[in-house]
Each structure stands twice: as structure tokens, then as C-alpha cells.
């Protein structure tokens, strides 16, 4: 069973618009972390944002903000105030077990944000 | 402060060669990951290390791969005997256990076995 969702293919934007990107998530593990990463045509996978299942508020990291709906099993990314360099794949990640154990994440299929001027 | 490099950048090879990629990690990094990703595909895990040690492989990593981290400082992953199926971009990643533990990925190595 498919772990970790990303129901948009691709998704636009305006420039200084916000954006949001889905995200669905599947564990029987109470305690789950989810990343959210940025990859460019470079290919580098950059991290962006970071919540734990057992964080009591959603995450905020600048720019980016994840909406954590934990009994819905979703973890989107909020992108306000778009950017053209925000052009890129996105891909939501999650990594069972409690801090400490290794981060083999499990990552969806991506989202390529588009944003126009 | 450097972060993860990967050489080479891409890698172009005819079936049945073998071919080896190598890994810098962030100095202060114990942990070592390696990733594979497919086209229109998000990465997959391969193995990691901590420190020197080989903790986990996945189950798609056949016999024909092999990874080391001597010393605990660089890594190589090494293909034996290329198939067209191995063409991918090949992703290395370090951490620093504790915490949420995020992963500071390289460019990746693109590999194309024709």
C-alpha cells in the first residue's frame, strides 16, 4: 500500500499568491515524522519543513507552514507569498519510529509547483 | 560549511560495466543514506551507515551493489555488472542523529546504462 500521497502532478501559481500542496500519509505507527523537500532542476533535494506526529502545533519554517491534520492523515504544505524561485518538484516524506531511529523515508510521487508571473 | 558532494555528476555506461560513485558527507555527519530515484519518482532508500557500520540494505538492492563507508568519512556505492534498469539518479544523504534528524541530500548522481 501506497504510503505516502501526492494526488497533484503539477500545480500553478502566481507570483506573491499562496499555494498549497497535498499531502496524505499512511501508519499504524503512533509515533511518524513528516518532512517536506524541494528539489530543483539542480537535483539537490532540499529540506523545508519538519513535524512531528506527536507536535502539538503545525510547523512553520519562514515562508513555509505545514497543515497537520493528524486524524485525517494529512501533512500539506502551505507556500505563501510565492517566488519564481520557487519553481521546483515537490515531495512529501515520512519516517516511522521515534527520534533516534534512521531516516529512511518514505517519499511520494511529487508535485511540481509552477509559479507565473 | 560544505555540504553533501557526489561525484561524478553523471555517469554514462554500456550494459555490463561496472561503475563506482563516491560520497562526501557534512564532516559532522555520523549517518551516511544512500537513494535511488526513477523518473517521476519520489527516492527510494537504499542502505545506510552509521559511522562505518552497514545497518540496513533494502531489498532493492541486488547482489551487484555494494556499499562501503570506510572510516566513517566518505562512501561508495559500487554496480557490478549494469543493467539498463539501474539507469537513475543515484542520491546521497548524511545526517547527525538526534532530533527530527533531517537529511542534507547531494546533487545526486545520474546514471545512464545503455
Known amino acids: 500500500a501506497q504510503k505516502i500521497t501526492q494526488t497533484q502532478p503539477g500545480m500553478f501559481v502566481q507570483e506573491k499568491e499562496a499555494v498549497t500542496l497535498d499531502c496524505t500519509y499512511d501508519t499504524s505507527d503512533p509515533s511518524y515524522g513528516l518532512f517536506w523537500y524541494k528539489q530543483p532542476s539542480s537535483g539537490e533535494m532540499i529540506f523545508l519543513i519538519y513535524q512531528g506526529s506527536y507536535d502539538q502545533q503545525n510547523a512553520t519554517e519562514g515562508r513555509y507552514s505545514l497543515n497537520f491534520q493528524k486524524a485525517r492523515k494529512s501533512a500539506n504544505l502551505v507556500i505563501s507569498a510565492s517566488q519564481l524561485g520557487d519553481s521546483a518538484m515537490y515531495f512529501c516524506a515520512m519516517r516511522e519510529g521515534i527520534s533516534g531511529t534512521a531516516s529512511k523515508l518514505t517519499f511520494g510521487t511529487g508535485t511540481r509547483l509552477q509559479v507565473t508571473l | 560549511d560544505t555540504g553533501v558532494s557526489q561525484d561524478p555528476r553523471h555517469k554514462i555506461t554500456k550494459r555490463g560495466q561496472n561503475v563506482t560513485f563516491r560520497c562526501d558527507p557534512i564532516s559532522e555527519h555520523n549517518r551516511l543514506y544512500w537513494y535511488r530515484q526513477t523518473l517521476g519518482q519520489g527516492p527510494e532508500f537504499l542502505t545506510y551507515?552509521?559511522?562505518?557500520?552497514?545497518?540496513?540494505k533494502s531489498r532493492l538492492l541486488s547482489d551487484r551493489f555494494s556499499a562501503e563507508r570506510p572510516k566513517g568519512s566518505f562512501s561508495t556505492l559500487e554496480i557490478q555488472r549494469t543493467e539498463q534498469g539501474d539507469s537513475a539518479m543515484y542520491l546521497c544523504?548524511?545526517?547527525?542523529?538526534?532530533?527530527?534528524?533531517?537529511?542534507?541530500f547531494g546533487s545526486g548522481t545520474q546514471l545512464s546504462v545503455l
Open positions: 551507515f552509521q559511522n562505518e557500520a552497514q545497518l540496513e
Open positions: 544523504a548524511s545526517s547527525q542523529t538526534g532530533g527530527p534528524e533531517k537529511l542534507f
